[in-house]
């Protein structure tokens, strides 16, 4: 509570501070040049210097000077306040190019590190080569900043299968598919899958947590990352309306003409997003599909449809979660330990993935089980809470004061990158900054070979 009133404090005094500058520099902008301009110029007409003869040509002659020396003045002092302005905007674009100075430098840190990396892990087996599987061997991944998150995986995911992916945050869940992508190199190890070499992969399908969703038409956003040049098989109204039908988005077709062009990152919620990335993926059907909590924000019943129609498509899912009842969906488990280790199972035959009512409705029951054993835990911590007296004690701190402390330490580490700073450089120094970003990114300079 303290910091927040600090807070309100310092953006009270920053506010009065700017209301004070601005009414001062409007005023030297508008009216301080006007009023110089009439005191400089009235002391020279009543002394006579100014003062016109009884011709006509006298007067227009007089009305010239003044004119003209008035214009001039209160030109030069709104040259003054435009410069008072202009070093405004040089301060602001100082800070940004500081910034962006010190992550070319950190760029260039990393990128030296990744490769003392590759030349000293990599020995000449490391490669990725093509097959209609996933498949695993002896891979390391290993962060840009040489953080080890994995050691030594070995997998395979053959097509019809369905693995999923749990461990902490941190563990490299998501890491393991950066390197199955390219996103980041191959360190140890062999990776086989499909689609090698090609820019834009039809076999592997990746759906995030947060589907991507670019400014446009209704039609693009269910083709994406494909356009209307690069489709092989165009699209039509009713492809569209069988695709949202299986997500219950029809409702799009009616709200949003076909050729309007939408932001539907502020249009749609996370879960009217996460269904739009459903239907991309119905609409493309690859051999695999990678989930990243992609069902986080819709129904337990819209999840089950999910499933049986990923599953009648043929499509293999590699599901990144963290809930245990996504084991009934699943043939693999792969558990990440947080510390480079790893464990996989394998489920017997018997209790493979099925889409029957019964494995559906199972499901559902241990998700509302689970449901009812944390509110029963709950109600019973806050009637002992309440019994004891106690006000201060809750059950969310004993979760947090009882839960076990993960430290993310990992076998080897490379040389640490320093971070970017949180306060800005001295202004003499981000004006060297962008001197130097102007240097760097002159055509002269790029034309030079490196």
Same mark, same amino acid.
């Given at each position: 509570m303290q910091r927040f009133e600090a807070l309100v404090g310092h953006l009270n005094l920053v506010r009065h501070e700017n209301w004070w500058f601005g009414m001062i520099q409007d005023f030297f902008l508008k009216y301080f040049g006007a009023t110089v301009a009439v005191? $400089?110029?009235?002391e020279p007409f009543f002394s006579g210097n100014l003062r016109p003869d009884s011709s006509t040509l006298g007067r227009a002659e007089m009305l010239s000077n003044l004119r003209y020396h008035t214009s001039v003045i209160i030109s $030069?002092?709104?040259s003054l306040g435009i410069l008072s302005i202009s070093s405004r905007h040089l301060n602001i674009l100082s800070g940004y190019a500081d910034r962006?100075?010190?992550l070319l430098d950190v760029s260039r840190e990393l990128s030296g590190i990744r490769d003392k990396s590759l030349n000293h892990n990599s020995p000449s087996g490391n490669y990725i080569s093509e097959a209609n599987h996933i498949e695993f061997s002896d891979v390391k991944v290993v962060t840009p900043a040489g953080n080890i998150l994995v050691n030594d995986l070995t997998l395979r995911v053959e097509t019809g299968s369905n693995l999923l992916n749990t461990g902490p945050n941190g563990s490299g869940k998501s890491s393991l598919f950066r390197v199955l992508g390219g996103l980041w190199p191959l360190v140890s190890g062999h990776i086989v899958k499909p689609g090698v070499g090609s820019d834009l992969n039809k076999e592997i399908f990746y759906v995030p947590q947060r589907p991507?969703?670019?400014v446009g038409t209704l039609r693009e956003q269910l083709i994406y990352p494909l356009t209307e040049d690069q489709e092989i098989e165009s699209l039509t109204y009713d492809g569209m309306v069988d695709l949202l039908k299986n997500v219950d988005l029809e409702y799009l077709l009616e709200r949003y003409p076909l050729d309007k062009e939408v932001n539907w990152g502020d249009e749609l919620s996370l879960g009217e997003q996460q269904r739009l990335g459903m239907a991309r993926l119905f609409y493309h059907k690859p051999k695999f599909a990678i989930l990243d909590e992609c069902t986080s924000a819709v129904t337990t019943d819209m999840e089950e449809r999910f499933c049986k129609k990923v599953r009648a498509m043929g499509t293999s899912c590699i599901t990144i979660s963290h809930r245990p009842a996504l084991v009934a969906f699943h043939d693999i488990v792969l558990s990440l330990d947080g510390e480079g280790g790893w464990n996989v199972q394998h489920r017997r035959e018997d209790s493979s993935f099925s889409t029957e009512e019964s494995d559906f409705s199972s499901l559902e029951t241990d998700r509302k089980s689970?449901?009812?054993?944390?509110q029963r835990d709950f109600m019973r911590r806050a009637k002992s809470n309440a019994s004891l007296g106690s006000k201060d004690h809750s059950y969310s701190t004993?979760?947090?004061?009882?839960?076990p402390k993960v430290e993310i330490e990992h076998a080897v580490r490379t040389s640490r990158v320093p971070h970017l700073r949180c306060h800005p450089r001295p202004l003499p120094l981000r004006v060297a900054a962008i001197l130097n970003i102007l240097v760097c990114c002159s055509p002269w300079c790029l034309s030079v070979p490196q």
């Amino acid at each position: 509570m303290q910091r927040f009133e600090a807070l309100v404090g310092h953006l009270n005094l920053v506010r009065h501070e700017n209301w004070w500058f601005g009414m001062i520099q409007d005023f030297f902008l508008k009216y301080f040049g006007a009023t110089v301009a009439v005191v $400089l110029i009235i002391e020279p007409f009543f002394s006579g210097n100014l003062r016109p003869d009884s011709s006509t040509l006298g007067r227009a002659e007089m009305l010239s000077n003044l004119r003209y020396h008035t214009s001039v003045i209160i030109s $030069l002092f709104q040259s003054l306040g435009i410069l008072s302005i202009s070093s405004r905007h040089l301060n602001i674009l100082s800070g940004y190019a500081d910034r962006i100075r010190e992550l070319l430098d950190v760029s260039r840190e990393l990128s030296g590190i990744r490769d003392k990396s590759l030349n000293h892990n990599s020995p000449s087996g490391n490669y990725i080569s093509e097959a209609n599987h996933i498949e695993f061997s002896d891979v390391k991944v290993v962060t840009p900043a040489g953080n080890i998150l994995v050691n030594d995986l070995t997998l395979r995911v053959e097509t019809g299968s369905n693995l999923l992916n749990t461990g902490p945050n941190g563990s490299g869940k998501s890491s393991l598919f950066r390197v199955l992508g390219g996103l980041w190199p191959l360190v140890s190890g062999h990776i086989v899958k499909p689609g090698v070499g090609s820019d834009l992969n039809k076999e592997i399908f990746y759906v995030p947590q947060r589907p991507y969703t670019a400014v446009g038409t209704l039609r693009e956003q269910l083709i994406y990352p494909l356009t209307e040049d690069q489709e092989i098989e165009s699209l039509t109204y009713d492809g569209m309306v069988d695709l949202l039908k299986n997500v219950d988005l029809e409702y799009l077709l009616e709200r949003y003409p076909l050729d309007k062009e939408v932001n539907w990152g502020d249009e749609l919620s996370l879960g009217e997003q996460q269904r739009l990335g459903m239907a991309r993926l119905f609409y493309h059907k690859p051999k695999f599909a990678i989930l990243d909590e992609c069902t986080s924000a819709v129904t337990t019943d819209m999840e089950e449809r999910f499933c049986k129609k990923v599953r009648a498509m043929g499509t293999s899912c590699i599901t990144i979660s963290h809930r245990p009842a996504l084991v009934a969906f699943h043939d693999i488990v792969l558990s990440l330990d947080g510390e480079g280790g790893w464990n996989v199972q394998h489920r017997r035959e018997d209790s493979s993935f099925s889409t029957e009512e019964s494995d559906f409705s199972s499901l559902e029951t241990d998700r509302k089980s689970d449901a009812l054993t944390v509110q029963r835990d709950f109600m019973r911590r806050a009637k002992s809470n309440a019994s004891l007296g106690s006000k201060d004690h809750s059950y969310s701190t004993e979760v947090i004061a009882t839960s076990p402390k993960v430290e993310i330490e990992h076998a080897v580490r490379t040389s640490r990158v320093p971070h970017l700073r949180c306060h800005p450089r001295p202004l003499p120094l981000r004006v060297a900054a962008i001197l130097n970003i102007l240097v760097c990114c002159s055509p002269w300079c790029l034309s030079v070979p490196q």
